[in-house]
């Protein structure tokens, strides 16, 4: 399985998993980088290397094996979701106006080209359940069957304890 982390998720691990707390945690996190089996876009890498920590330094170092362009079969299913008009919640156009960045697209459409499996928190609740009626990633990656879960979810399916 090839995993698609999307911003949220690491965030998430850089947040709560903090290296010298959890060596484990990155030592599983790094081999599955280094498999080839954890992959994002370009657009979360823009949205977590201005933050000018942990997180930044290992998108920077990780920035062109790690955080691909989309291609151009990616490019047919993101216009194919964001033609749908609740799809269009998942571009939060405050944050464009004001110069940031929307992976969570970019995210779908890379899964959905690869059947990889999203990684996000985006859409699920505390245990790790779709939140219901919200447009989120979760919630698109389940219209268009897109596995989608969420990073302990994610340490469940790779059988990884601690």
């Known amino acids: 399985m090839i995993y698609i982390f ?3 998720s690491l965030i998430w691990a850089f947040r709560y998993y903090e290296e010298d707390i959890f060596p484990s945690f990155w030592k599983k996190f790094q081999a599955i980088v280094r498999d080839k089996r954890l992959t994002s876009v370009r657009e979360v890498y823009k949205e977590v ?3 000018g920590n942990s997180l930044s330094r290992w ?3 990780n920035k062109d094996n790690l955080f691909t362009y989309p291609t151009d079969d ?3 299913i993101l216009q194919k979701i964001l033609r749908e008009p609740c799809n269009r919640k998942l571009v939060d156009r405050k944050k464009l106006a004001g110069g940031g960045y929307v992976a969570d697209p ?3 459409a890379k899964a959905k080209n690869i059947s990889g499996c999203v990684v996000t928190e985006d859409g699920f609740n505390n245990k790790g359940q779709l939140k219901e009626n ?3 990633i979760a919630s ?3 219209i268009l069957e897109v596995t989608c879960i969420n990073i ?3 340490m469940r399916k790779e059988k990884w304890k601690f």
């Open 134 to 136: 919200v447009v989120s």
């Open 106 to 108: 970019f995210v779908i």
């Open 74 to 76: 990616e490019q047919h």
């Open 6 to 8: 999307d911003s949220s």
């Open 59 to 61: 998108a920077d170092e």
């Open 140 to 142: 698109v990656c389940k």
């Open 152 to 154: 302990n979810n994610f």
């Open 49 to 51: 290397s201005s933050y």
